[in-house]
């Protein structure tokens, strides 16, 4: 299927072709099909993806932060993998928010203060709940001490907080965890292959020049943290480079235009591009990883969820996990 | 070092084309041929400069400067401050030529008279350093020449009997870099992708993946470097069928479409790799582009580099490739 991306993305050509708008080829893409093909496709993935769903066991997991577009997000892929919701989820606020539908399922949605009586209640019918977290910074550790209190696994989503203080509550109290900032685990794959590269070939690439560009919805002030790193470790190979010449591309117009970003995902995205080449211009290597919405981080999260899961069950020694962890235990589903 | 500014500097030059506003990465179009003349001039003085500070000049014997790998490869070694050794050889019997290399005349050798320039060679030349880019029937003669003189050396040419090539180096108790790959950079790349796939199996499980190559239109065979890097995407779990790589062979659709530039129409390799997910939301693009020789010859010299280095320090270990060389980290 051609990739809705292909049709938009932008013409890297290193010898400075004419800009080709989406509707024409670029370089090395091909034609978009039509809508109609496009539904088809997702029909079709979500069929299959429900098949692959029913050979894990469906084990219920708990959303709290069902009510933003993370959670929610989350929540309809628990769902069409398979697994079982639990209609039970938090709001931030201390009142009860009612009732939300996600799929064909009702959630409740509770207070804030009573986070503890319903959680343990929700133990007692689901013993071997899990939860995921995507709620906001400023309730990470509360959060936290509250699943390690009630011996809950959880796979900690929600960025931000005290990270420190994060990892000595998980450590001290025993309780099976999966935390990573970076939930996109194709992403995080990506960046380990580059980390690796530069440890194990350091200055390979010396003197190669280096261009990165990245774009994300124009409410992300700061700049790509995973920008950052990928530079880091072209660093290691050799590259001489400035963080402070990634170029952040947050206007909508030029998103549309130049980046190809797809209108539909203007309010939230991460494209980036980075090309190496050599000094005399020989040699190019390109790399990209974009990414529209939320469906990545969601299908990564039930991803370490199952590992999660499968860890409980074998009671395995170790109980603090991140994405490469469950990177290496291979394909989930 | 060799400066770093290079193409930066070349970037603030005025772009020919106004049409390409929309160009985001402020990449150089290809330097005209004054500015890379200029710029050739300065990196050579730069590197000359840099290799008698450094005394990293040992003497090095191209075998093969009559071809076009073999002039590439001794050209770089002038550039990087080697000693050129002036002799190398031809496999015409009474070839009675010389062949000028960045101002040096290099006296060219037919087969009768191998044994007695190499014995001599080794003798003005103790630490010298070969290396081979001759043709695939002579592979196997030539690396039993260099074990029986004991001259360290680097294989660059591809073919020949590779199990006798290892076998002849082993009994011998030679230093040698053998690899049919001398892009550095590349093989690098296509490591990283097999730790990826390694450590992370099935990690793009239901990824599609996309694609397409270009070499030179004399080239009837796929890409043994894409069905390498093909092979790891498959372990990490993408959907790919062999058949479907896209070999782009025309060289007008090489111009306009893949963005080849004309003077490396008859010696590139262009690579592209697009991993989709099954949802369309996210896309993965890797790239590898290689015009002409420039990348093989410095990748040569590294092997060179490090192949001296060994010797120098009495190395355990003799027959090494392009991995051991890219473990030892930059070689200037």
Do not use: W
Not at chain 2, 220 to 226: F, K, R
Not at chain 2, 255 to 282: F, Q, R, W
């Amino acid at each position: 299927m051609i990739s809705l991306l292909q049709q938009h993305s932008i013409v890297a050509s290193r010898h400075a072709q004419a800009y080709t708008r989406p509707e024409k080829p670029c370089m090395y893409r091909t034609r978009r099909r039509g809508a109609v093909a496009r539904a088809v496709v997702t029909e079709n993935i979500e069929k299959s993806s429900k098949i692959i769903g029913s050979s894990t066991a469906p084990f219920p997991i708990l959303v709290n932060g069902c009510t933003g577009k993370m959670g929610r997000s989350v929540a309809e892929s628990i769902i069409s993998s398979g697994l079982t919701l639990v209609p039970v989820s938090f709001s931030g606020k201390e009142k009860p928010g009612g009732n939300i539908t996600i799929g064909d399922v009702d959630v409740t949605i509770h207070g804030s203060k009573e986070r503890e009586t319903v959680l343990s209640s929700v133990i007692n019918q689901f013993p071997d709940v899990m939860v995921v977290d995507y709620m906001v910074p400023d309730a990470v550790n509360a959060n936290a001490e509250l699943y390690c209190k009630l011996g809950l696994p959880f796979v900690m989503g929600t960025t931000g907080g005290d990270r420190e203080l994060l990892y000595k509550t998980v450590k001290s109290s025993d309780v099976y965890a999966v935390i990573s900032p970076q939930m996109g685990k194709q992403v995080v794959a990506f960046l380990a292959a580059m980390d690796i590269m530069a440890k194990q070939f350091p200055g390979a690439f010396s003197g190669y020049h280096l261009e990165v560009l990245e774009s994300h919805q124009a409410s992300k002030l700061d700049a790509s943290g995973t920008a950052k790193s990928v530079v880091s470790s072209f660093q290691k190979l050799g590259v001489s480079y400035d963080m402070r010449r990634i170029r952040k591309i947050r206007d909508t117009t030029k998103q549309l235009q130049m980046v190809g970003v797809p209108e539909e995902y203007l309010g939230s995205h991460a494209f980036h591009f980075y090309c190496l080449t050599s000094p005399d211009d020989s040699v190019s290597f390109e790399f990209q990883h974009n990414v529209c919405g939320h469906k990545m981080y969601a299908e990564g999260t039930v991803d370490a969820a199952i590992f999660l899961y499968k860890k409980v069950q074998q009671k395995a020694n170790k109980r603090l996990y991140d994405m490469i962890d469950v990177l290496r235990e291979g394909n989930m589903r | 070092m060799l400066s770093l500014t290079l193409s930066g500097n070349c970037s603030l030059l005025p772009r020919p084309n106004n049409r390409r506003c929309a160009l985001f990465f402020a990449r150089t179009k290809r330097t005209t041929l004054v500015t890379s003349a200029l710029t050739r001039e300065t990196v050579a003085i730069s590197q000359d400069a840099m290799a008698d500070s450094r005394s990293l000049s040992f003497p090095i014997l191209v075998n093969g400067v009559t071809g076009k790998m073999g002039k590439a490869v001794a050209e770089a070694a002038v550039s990087a401050g080697l000693q050129l050794v002036p002799v190398s050889f031809s496999s015409l019997d009474k070839p009675a030529r010389t062949l000028e290399i960045s101002n040096i005349e290099i006296s060219v050798h037919g087969p009768s008279e191998r044994e007695e320039i190499l014995s001599s060679v080794t003798e003005k030349y103790p630490d010298v350093v070969l290396v081979d880019y001759t043709v695939p029937n002579a592979v196997n003669a030539n690396a039993e020449l260099y074990c029986k003189f004991g001259v360290p050396f680097v294989m660059g040419t591809t073919g020949g009997d590779r199990p006798l090539l290892y076998k002849t180096v082993q009994d011998s108790n030679v230093y040698s870099v053998i690899s049919p790959q001398m892009g550095k950079q590349v093989v690098a790349f296509l490591a990283a992708m097999e730790i990826m796939a390694e450590q992370f199996p099935g990690a793009f499980s239901g990824y599609k993946l996309e694609v397409m190559e270009s070499h030179q239109a004399t080239k009837l065979d796929t890409s043994g470097t894409a069905k390498a890097v093909i092979a790891c995407f498959q372990k990490l779990g993408a959907i790919f069928d062999m058949n479907e790589i896209e070999m782009i062979r025309d060289p007008k659709e090489q111009i306009k479409m893949v963005g080849v530039p004309e003077e490396y129409l008859s010696g590139h390799a262009y690579h592209v790799y697009n991993l989709t997910s099954p949802d369309e939301t996210v896309s993965f693009e890797f790239q590898h582009n290689v015009g002409g020789r420039s990348i093989y010859a410095e990748g040569s010299i590294d092997a060179a580099i490090f192949l001296h280095k060994k010797v120098q320090s009495k190395a355990e270990k003799k027959i090494y490739d392009m991995i051991d060389v890219l473990r030892e980290g930059n070689m200037r």
